[in-house]
Nanobody
Framework: QVQVLESGGGSVQAGGSLRLSCEVSGWTASAYCVGWFRQSPGNEREGVATFDSGDGATYYADSVKGRFAVGPDNAPDTTYLHMSSLKPEDTAKYYC???????????????????WGQGTQVTVSP
């Protein structure tokens, strides 16, 4: 059974950085897509970034482009989301999700993702 576990959330001042990790265990697929999403109270869940384990391709939402980076972490089956130049509007619960096969090109489709983590809170103070 596939399980997704996020870690690394916390509180930081505006302009600071945080690094989230997502461990996906129980895989049987040879390639997969990992997506990062976030949701703040009163708002819809937003796709933030994706990482394709097959070709290493990444995709970022316009709201985080140039500030966030996603890629394979040192630990096995783990993907990171490095967030820098954080803004108060980045405050949200961040979720990691995954699905077998390649990531959709040029977009983040929430409905593509099969397995979801419980989320980790990120709070950015002014």
């Amino acid at each position: 059974q596939v399980q997704v576990l996020e870690s690394g959330g916390g509180s930081v001042q505006a302009g600071g950085s945080l690094r989230l990790s997502c461990e996906v265990s129980g895989w049987t697929a040879s390639a997969y897509c990992v997506g990062w999403f976030r949701q703040s109270p009163g708002n819809e869940r937003e796709g933030v970034a994706t990482f394709d384990s097959g070709d290493g391709a990444t995709y970022y939402a316009d709201s985080v482009k140039g500030r966030f980076a996603v890629g394979p972490d040192n630990a096995p089956d783990t993907t990171y989301l490095h967030m820098s130049s954080l803004k108060p509007e980045d405050t949200a619960k961040y979720y990691c999700a995954a699905h077998a096969g390649p990531c959709s090109s040029g977009q983040i489709e929430e409905t593509d993702f099969t397995w979801w983590g419980q989320g980790t809170q990120v709070t950015v103070s002014p």
